[in-house]
Every structure is written in structure tokens, then in C-alpha cells.
RNA sequence: GGGGGAGUGGCGAAAUGGCAGACGCGCAUGCCUUAGGAGCAUGUGCCUUAACAGGCGUGUGGGUUCGAAUCCCACCUUCCCCA
């Protein structure tokens, strides 16, 4: 920094204290975040006599360590629509809180040998502090923390009501598995295939794992009628539940094992004549039976290479489809034909029935596959026009039925429900509904979550926690050793209880439930913070309930949001909530990003509080706001935070400034400009800030604020109407930068919080003027714009085009083929060669 | 592999069928200043032109329309989420 630098920002610091006349954020930031939290301007009662309630929640965050700039950018767009609402005259809560429980801090407790509730309890004390150095307008009465006793508490009472009410239950699930360390692995904890730690290859191994039904849900949660979401995030829910039709058909296998059939799903059983061969999930229990001494070996290396590879790269159609025969042969029952049965691994045994249906003439997959194994390729649907060659690819398509038997020449459109129809009515099989979306795994073999409340007993099996013993207490101290094993399977006082049913020494379930649980009632806790009899009290949930508008990412948008959603219904059937939607509204951000890459505290950092230190909260807030449509995210770059400063200097300067040299009234065409500008700018700002459209509100209040320094200075405005310019300016700006705006706004003379008072109002008879400017197009290319009255009729506008002198150079030597006239916007004249 | 976005000046962007580039950054020139990493004013898509004016222009190629950044079809690039 040169000396010139140091002295300047020497002295401002110097004058802070007495120079009222510069903006220094440091000097009002403070003082107005202490005031607010010491008034309780944001604290939400239950009921306000005279205004509506109006639940404004935003994701809470992960505790990882700083709030970053994400989250900044976040939480600057969602309080500034909280304020919004607020000074739209509703009674908004506004809550915030820690979403704690997770796989961050056993991280840093497996890498520092650090207690995991220290670490999470340190950074949630310093996220406190930044939400309050950004001057987020939060009621922290309701704060909650998810990894409190007090609130996870509730996840094992709503996991019990679920177990009772058949919605949560234990089965064989698949999980990555370390065979050295003799221990579960998260996905997160497996690298290319390996574990972590020690390096040895990690396998698949079914274990036994809790869920949750969510599956019950898959209809309902398909109807968004109740909710207004974006359309983007409604696809995604309904891609990711996967609704889709068909038919299931059985293929019997009893020559090899007695009694036994192969299930196969499939969507086109219009095809089912087409069937050369008969492929099952390597984890398929039929496989065993199936696979005959010749090939036992060789299938046994198969399956156990399966089992190393992920999902992603067996259905990745870049990989060649691999296939293995059993040496077993099935029936297809509808033309009796004794068919190949293959194990690939392409087909995913927790998908569908494991086992599909090869029809190489009609789909692609199956095609290539038959391709490589020299398998029949037998056309059952006729393209148009086909001669009865060989195809050169799969034919997807709708034909007509051939080689199907009785349903030949049908269209195969018939073919399906003909074809479904003989199934059903010799029971081989029948029409089936099935879903992509499986049962919500809550298990989670780690150990800082909640504790699943359930007890293993030798003589009664597995058994619920009584609720008067909730809630299962995480252990006080969780030191992670190098063995890779939770501590909760080792903390003998945690592990060794007593069976609740019998007395006898039984044990504790050492999973622990996955914090998607925490958050998929959080804002009922928000509603309703304080019950330690009850999850929530009732008459708080009606008052409150369910959330006005959430906001949060679009990644959340089939985990979370879905999860959510099915425990609101869950909880609604089981009698505790009596509405079918937890967010009524829902609005996403997008993502920060900074040099093209997602923003993280350890590959790509930005940290604000250097950000705030030098420019301000304020600043800060507005520039992340202003660096593009709040729902598409931005590119974080330093380079443009100087043009909100600027800004919000010249607000402070605007507003300081000596009325009493404008005189009591103003020229007419001064003053209406002046009224013009004010109600037009209203306008623009109550319909983008209700649109979360920040960027374009802060360029509206910029010119509004270069109008009213230009009122100033020509000085033919009164000192009533530009001094109402300025409130308005304040109380427009105020959601998106509060203290400035609190700051001025008492330095102006106003009594009370200026995020008390209500948004200004606006005429739209006022917004417009006595004359507009036309574009005049000839061929659609503007060619001239002409100054005409407002309130123009057709003929007239037209005429007027035609007699603008740049057109009529344009129209020479033609004919008018057409005189398009858009009201108020512009002419188009369209011309051909007049021969 | 599946799903969802996004491509517009040197840069962030605005405009959702009607004047492309509002607002801001940066840059240029000028004013003010002992000074400027301050402030103010003016200008700034590219090309041709002394000027008037004209041509081109919203990732690429096609289409619909009097008129397309915007709607439709195909493709390319890129980001995010899930498995």
C-alpha cells in the first residue's frame, strides 16, 4: 500500500468518528445489529391484531466451519424478501438455526481426532456472529439446533409413531462394505472403489438397514396441484419418482429349479413375442439355482467382479454390456419357447424385478448385447415398409405385430392390451405399476447423528425405546479411532442396556438415522419452538403452518424437497398435521460460483469477513444481489462491488443533503417528471422484489437516486416533493441494504424503525406520459422513431410513419404489402418491389 | 448413466414475440484537485463513412412469423444435482 493510501484511509478513520458526512459502514453496521436484536424488531409473535402471518424460511446451514459467500449470497436475497414482506404489512417470522448433525464433522473428528460436538458447537457460535454481522432480519427466539438432545429428541419419537404405523421397517439393503476394516463405508468414504483409510478394495454386502416408506407416498407425491413451485424442480420430482407402467411376466425355470419362475418387468410387453433371451442381475437369488456345473466357475468370477463396481459404471452405456451364460434355459409362456438364461451386470438387482427381458429387435441395449453373444434378433414389431431383412439397429417405434402368434397384424399399439389381456387371464403375469423412486434408506453407519431408538434383544428381537426413555442420548464423548469403526459400536455405555420388553442385557442399534430426517420437519419446530411434552403445539402450527415461502437450492430438489414432502403427509395421516404440503411457496437460488467452480472452504475458499471488513454488510449484501437474477446463481469477481459502493455513497449523500434550498413549490414539468420517476420506480420495485428479482430492483433505485441528486441540483423541484423522493428511496432500499437505510432514515427525522414502516404505494395513471416515441420498422428493420401523443389512434400512427423522413427514403419504388401497428410500441410497414 | 439449468459487448447482465445491450464494472476524454485507487460530466457492440447513413450482430444449423435473444426441431459447449 503506498503512503498516500495509508494516510487516506487513516484519516477516514480518524474522522469516523465526528465526520457524519462520509459513509463508513463500520461506524452504523453495529450500532443498528445490536439495536434491532436489543428492540426485538424481527422477534414474531403468534398473532398480530390486524395483519396476516407470513412464514418466510430459508434452508437453514450446515455448520461446516465460516458461512461462506454461497451462503451470503443466499441469505442476503431471502431476508431482503423477508423485510419485503414485512413492509408489505405482514407479520412475518423470519427463523433461523444449525442443521448440525453430519458427515462434516466426523471428517474433521477422523482427521484431527477433534469431538465432533465441539467442532460443530464452535462453528455454529461463529456462524451466529456472521448472520449478524450481515444484518439478517432473523427472530433467533426460535433458533434451533438440530444435534440438541431437545430437538433430535423428536426424530426418534416420529421414527417410533412411523415403525408403529408401519411406515418405517428393517430389510437387507446393500452397502459398501471394507473387508480389512471389517466396517461399513459411506459413499463419501469410498474413493475410486477403495476405502479411504487402508486402501483395500471396497465390495458390495447386504446388510440389515432401516427405511422409511416412502413408496406409499409415490402417487401423491406426483400431484403438485396445492403448491406453486417452479416447474423445473416439479420435473425433477416427478423423473426422480419414475412412475411407469407395464407389465410384470413371469418365465418359468422349473426344468432347473423346481417351482421356480424368473420375473421380468418390462413397458413393452407388446414385444414379448421378440424375447431371445433371458438376462438376471448378478445379485439375483436365482442365480445359484440357475447356473449349471460348466459354468459355475466362471459365473461365481463374474458376480464377484460385479460386486466391485459401482452403479455408474455398470449403467453406462460408454461401457460395453457384459454377459455371462448360466447354461439354464427358461419358457416363454406365451409361444412356449425355451429361451438362454444370462446374468449381466448391467441389470441392477435393486431395480425393478432384477431381471429383464432381452428383446434385441426393440431396444438398443439388448440389440448390441445380442449382437456380441450372436443371440436372435427376431423382429416381432414390422417397421413401415420393412422387406423382413435384418435391422441395423433396435426398432423403438410403434409397427404392426408379426411373428406374434394370434396377434399378428395387429397395430402394436393393440398388441399391448391384447397382448396384457391374455397374460393377465392365464395368470402369467399381470399390468403393474412401478416406480424409479425406492424406500428412504435412513440408516447411516456413523456416529454423529441421531441414535435410532431401538433395541436388540436376544429374546424379544428387535425392540422399540419406550418414548418416556427418549430420547437414546448421544454419548458425551466421541473420539474416532484408527480402527474405522463408529464409536458407538464400541462405547460400552452406550452399546449395553436392557431390553425394554424383558429386562435382560440386550443392545443398542449403533446406526444412527440420516439427517435429511432433521430437516424434514424443521419448520414445524420453527412454528413452535419451545414443547418438551410435545414435538409441537398445535394452535402454533395453525397459526404458522404451512411455510408461506421457502427458499433454498435446486439441488435440494429430489432429496430434501421430496423427503419433506413425504413426512408432512406421514405426519398428516398419522393425525398431527391437517394440511397436505409443508411449502407452499417455493423460490430457488442459484449457486455462487467463483471462477467457474463451486465455491468450498477447502478447494475453492471466499471468505466475506475480509469482504465485509473492507466494503461493509450492506455492500456486500447488495452486490451479491446485483451480480445477476438472484435464481440463476453468479460468478463471484471482485471487480464490480466499487459500483454498489458508489451507490450507496450516493444515497448517503442524496439523502443529507440541504432541502432548504428548494423552494416550497417547483415548474409544473419539473415536478411531474419528479412524480413520474417516483411512481414508476415504485412500481418496477414492488413487482421485482415480489419476484426475488434483486438485480433489477437495485437498477431501478440507482436511477431513482440519479434522479433525485439531478432534482436537486437543477433545483426546480419543491423541497416537499424531493424530500417525499428521498423517503421513498430509503424505504425502497431498506430490505436490500438495512442499515444505511435505518441510518438515514433517522438522520431524516423519522421516529421508529424504518423496517417497521410500510412500502410506499404507487398510481399507475401517474407512471406514464403525454407523449410516447414510436419505432418505425420497414421489412422489421427500425428505421426511424417519431415523438407522437400518448394516446394515438391506428390511422393517425401510421400516417405519421409514412411521413418520417428516413422511411420515405425506405419505401421509394415500393408497395405496401402490410402496415402492422403494435400500440404504443411501434410501426412495421412491409413492402415489395412496386414492380 | 439418469435428471435439471445456462450460453447476449472486454466483463456481470437487461429485454419472455415488438427499438438488443437498461443498470453496473472496466476503459477513454474532460472538469475539479497540492494529490487521487476520491468525486462529477460525456462517450463506449463490431465493421464501413468526413458526415448523413448503411451493413453485421444474442453458441451452431434449420423452421414458424410482418417481426425471434425470446417459440419449434437438431446439434455444440458448459455448470449443477442424483446414482
Known amino acids: 500500500m503506498t503512503t498516500t493510501g495509508k494516510s487516506r484511509s487513516g484519516s477516514d478513520r480518524g474522522e469516523a468518528g465526528n465526520d457524519s458526512k462520509r459513509y463508513t459502514p463500520a461506524n452504523i453496521e453495529k450500532k443498528w445489529q445490536a439495536k434491532w436484536e436489543k428492540d426485538g424488531i424481527y422477534n414474531a409473535a403468534d398473532h398480530v391484531e390486524g395483519k396476516e402471518n407470513f412464514f418466510s424460511l430459508v434452508m437453514f446451514p450446515y455448520p461446516s466451519g465460516d458461512i461462506h459467500m454461497g451462503h451470503w449470497f443466499q441469505y442476503s436475497g431471502s431476508d431482503a424478501y423477508a423485510r419485503f414482506k414485512r413492509m408489505q404489512g405482514y407479520n412475518v417470522m423470519h427463523p433461523q438455526g444449525f442443521d448440525s448433525f453430519g458427515l462434516p464433522a466426523e471428517n474433521a473428528a477422523i ?18 456472529r456472521q448472520f449478524r454481522e450481515m444484518g439478517g432480519s432473523y427472530d433467533w427466539t426460535r433458533e434451533l439446533v438440530t444435534s440438541d438432545p431437545e430437538y433430535y429428541k423428536w426424530n426418534q419419537y416420529f421414527f417410533l409413531q412411523f415403525l408403529k404405523n408401519g411406515l418405517a421397517y428393517r430389510k437387507d439393503g446393500q452397502v459398501n462394505w471394507c473387508p480389512k476394516d471389517q466396517t461399513t463405508l459411506a459413499n463419501e468414504q469410498v474413493k ?39 416447474e423445473k424442480i416439479k420435473t425433477m420430482q416427478t423423473n426422480w419418482i419414475g412412475r411407469s407402467t407395464g407389465t410384470t411376466i413371469g ?186 423412486l425406492r424406500d428412504w434408506l435412513i440408516s447411516r453407519q456413523r456416529f454423529w447423528g441421531t441414535p435410532i431408538p431401538i433395541v436388540y434383544c436376544d429374546d424379544c428381537g428387535t425392540v422399540a425405546v419406550p418414548e418416556k426413555d427418549l430420547p437414546v442420548l448421544l ?34 442399534e449403533t446406526d444412527t438415522l440420516d439427517t435429511f430426517v432433521c430437516s424434514s420437519w424443521y419448520h414445524l419446530r420453527f412454528a413452535s419452538p419451545n414443547p418438551s411434552e410435545d414435538p409441537f403445539d398445535d ?23 421430496l423427503y419433506s414432502r413425504f413426512f408432512n403427509m406421514a ?61 440463476q446463481g453468479g460468478d463471484w469477481s471482485d471487480s464490480g462491488i466499487n459500483g454498489i459502493t458508489r451507490w450507496l455513497g450516493r444515497i448517503w ?20 417528471d419528479l412524480e413520474r420517476a417516483s411512481h414508476l420506480t415504485t412500481q418496477r ?33 419543491s423541497a416537499a416533493s424531493w424530500r417525499a423522493g428521498v423517503d421513498r428511496l430509503l424505504l425502497h432500499t431498506a430490505p436490500l441494504a438495512p442499515h444505511i437505510a435505518e441510518e438515514l432514515w433517522e438522520r431524516t427525522g423519522h421516529s421508529g424503525s424504518i423496517h417497521l414502516a410500510l412500502n410506499p404505494e404507487f398510481d399507475e395513471s401517474l407512471t406514464t406520459s403525454d407523449t410516447i416515441t414510436l419505432a418505425i420498422q420497414v421489412q422489421g428493420k427500425l428505421r426511424d422513431q417519431i415523438e407522437v401523443p400518448a394516446g394515438i389512434d391506428e390511422a393517425s400512427a401510421i400516417a405519421a410513419a409514412k411521413s418520417a423522413e428516413n422511411v420515405i427514403r425506405h419505401l421509394e419504388g415500393m408497395a405496401i404489402v402490410k402496415e402492422i401497428y403494435v400500440p404504443g410500441r411501434l410501426v412495421n410497414i412491409v413492402v415489395r418491389p412496386a414492380n
Request: proline fraction near 6%; charge should be negative.
Open 571 to 631: 405426519l398428516r395421516d398419522l393425525g398431527y398435521v391437517d394440511f397436505d404440503e409443508p411449502y407452499t411457496k417455493l423460490t430457488n437460488q442459484g449457486m455462487l460460483i467463483k471462477d467457474g467452480k463451486k465455491i468450498s472452504k477447502r478447494s475453492n475458499p471466499l471468505p466475506p469477513d475480509p469482504v465485509v471488513e473492507k466494503h461493509g454488510a450492506d455492500t456486500l449484501r447488495c452486490y451479491l444481489m446485483f451480480l445477476g437474477p438472484w435464481d
Open 685 to 717: 420495485v414492488l413487482a421485482d422484489m415480489e419476484l426475488f428479482k434483486f438485480n433489477t430492483s437495485i437498477a431501478a433505485l440507482m436511477e431513482f437516486t440519479t434522479k433525485l441528486m439531478r432534482s436537486h441540483d437543477s433545483g426546480d423541484v
Open 111 to 128: 482427521e484431527h481426532g477433534e469431538d465432533p460436538r465441539e467442532w460443530t458447537y464452535l462453528n455454529i457460535e461463529n456462524s451466529r
Open 251 to 436: 418365465f418359468d425355470v422349473s426344468e432347473f429349479a423346481s417351482g421356480e419362475q424368473i420375473d421380468t418387468f418390462t413397458t413393452r410387453i407388446d414385444t414379448v413375442y421378440g424375447v431371445t433371451f433371458v438376462v438376471l442381475a448378478p445379485e439375483h437369488p436365482l442365480v445359484r439355482k440357475l447356473t449349471q456345473p460348466s459354468q459355475k466357475e466362471a459365473v461365481e468370477a463374474y458376480v464377484a467382479n460385479a460386486a466391485l463396481q459401482t452403479e455408474i459404471d455398470r449403467t453406462s452405456t460408454e461401457r460395453e454390456k457384459t454377459g455371462i451364460a448360466t447354461g439354464a434355459y427358461c419358457i416363454n409362456p406365451l409361444n412356449g419357447e425355451r429361451v438362454p438364461v444370462l446374468i449381466g451386470d448391467y441389470v441392477l438387482a435393486t431395480y425393478g424385478t432384477g431381471a429383464v427381458m432381452g428383446v434385441p429387435a426393440h431396444d438398443q441395449r439388448d440389440f448390441i448385447f445380442a449382437k456380441k453373444y450372436d443371440l436372435e434378433i427376431r423382429v416381432v414389431i414390422s417397421p413401415p415398409d420393412w422387406g423382413g431383412g435384418e435391422l441395423d439397429e433396435a426398432w423403438i417405434p410403434a409397427g404392426t405385430q408379426v411373428n406374434s402368434g394370434e396377434f399378428d397384424g395387429l397395430p402394436s399399439r393393440e398388441g399391448f392390451d391384447a397382448i396384457a389381456d391374455k397374460i393377465e387371464a392365464n395368470k402369467w403375469g399381470e399390468r403393474t405399476i412401478t416406480y424409479h
Open 475 to 508: 454419548p458425551d464423548s466421541l473420539k474416532f479411532e484408527a480402527d474405522g469403526k463408529s464409536p458407538l459400536t464400541k462405547d460400552p455405555n452406550f452399546l449395553n442396556t436392557t431390553c425394554p420388553d424383558c429386562g435382560k442385557a440386550a443392545k443398542r
Open 192 to 230: 475410486d472403489g477403495v476405502c479411504e483409510r487402508c486402501g483395500t478394495i471396497v465390495v458390495k454386502r447386504a446388510l440389515p438397514q432401516w427405511y422409511f416408506a416412502i413408496t406409499k407416498y409415490a402417487d401423491e407425491l406426483l400431484n403438485f396441484d396445492q403448491i406453486d413451485w417452479p
Open 653 to 672: 449523500d442524496v439523502a443529507q443533503r440541504d432541502e432548504s434550498v428548494l423552494g416550497s413549490s417547483g415548474s409544473d414539468e419539473a415536478e411531474r
Open 539 to 561: 394452535d402454533q402450527i395453525r397459526a404458522w403452518a404451512p411455510v408461506t415461502a421457502y427458499q433454498g437450492g435446486s439441488e435440494h430438489a429430489v432429496m430434501h424437497l
